[in-house]
């Protein structure tokens, strides 16, 4: 996966179900909301005020990062061209296919950051080093 490239990554808006004053409920579906069947969850939080999270890539690691609460910058990269999302919605998710370098920066107090992610935990899927990393992508 490592020919992928950052416009391959895209923001998704998800549905928001309105309950009147009693707040809303955004709803990821395996098949429906992602293009991949979510095997695993897990959050970041605790995570400083301007902090940073991530560089790193994955090879066949598929991930939609959700600003839960908060919101932090996202950086993507190909090794060519570098895209910034900024993540502040409940209801965003962005899309990141494999073989994408990220950075997370510049998290808000208190932020929480959702990933729902395509496969079990695996370090052997990590890119951790960025010279390798350009290296891999350009094997191909
Ligand atoms: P890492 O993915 O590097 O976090 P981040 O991208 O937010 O900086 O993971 C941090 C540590 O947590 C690392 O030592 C591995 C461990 N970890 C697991 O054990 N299981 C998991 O599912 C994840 C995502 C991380």
Same mark, same amino acid.
């Given at each position: 996966?490592?020919?992928?490239?950052?416009?391959?990554?895209?923001?998704?808006?998800?549905?928001?179900?309105?309950?009147?004053?009693?707040?809303?409920?955004?709803?990821?579906? &395996?098949? #429906?909301?992602?293009?991949?069947?979510? @095997?695993?969850?897990?959050? %970041?939080?605790? *995570? +400083? =005020?301007?902090?940073?999270?991530?560089?790193?890539?994955?090879?066949?690691?598929?991930?939609?990062?959700?600003?839960?609460?908060?919101?932090?910058?996202?950086?993507?990269?190909?090794? &060519?061209? #570098?895209?910034?999302?900024?993540?502040? @919605?409940?209801?965003?998710? %962005?899309?990141? *296919? +494999? =073989?994408?370098?990220?950075?997370?920066?510049?998290?808000?107090?208190?932020?929480?950051?959702?990933?729902?992610?395509?496969?079990?935990?695996?370090?052997?899927?990590?890119?951790?080093?960025?010279?390798?990393?350009?290296?891999?992508?350009?094997?191909?």
């Amino acid at each position: 996966m490592s020919e992928t490239t950052v416009f391959d990554c895209t923001l998704i808006e998800m549905d928001r179900h309105h309950s009147d004053d009693r707040g809303n409920i955004t709803v990821v579906e &395996n098949g #429906k909301t992602v293009p991949f069947n979510v @095997r695993r969850a897990y959050y %970041l939080y605790d *995570v +400083p =005020g301007g902090g940073s999270r991530g560089s790193h890539a994955h090879k066949e690691l598929q991930q939609l990062i959700v600003a839960a609460s908060g919101s932090f910058d996202v950086t993507l990269d190909d090794g &060519n061209v #570098k895209r910034t999302f900024t993540l502040n @919605r409940p209801y965003q998710g %962005l899309l990141v *296919v +494999p =073989g994408i370098w990220r950075d997370l920066n510049n998290f808000s107090a208190g932020a929480v950051c959702l990933v729902l992610a395509s496969e079990k935990y695996d370090e052997q899927d990590y890119i951790r080093d960025y010279n390798e990393f350009l290296k891999w992508k350009i094997k191909v």
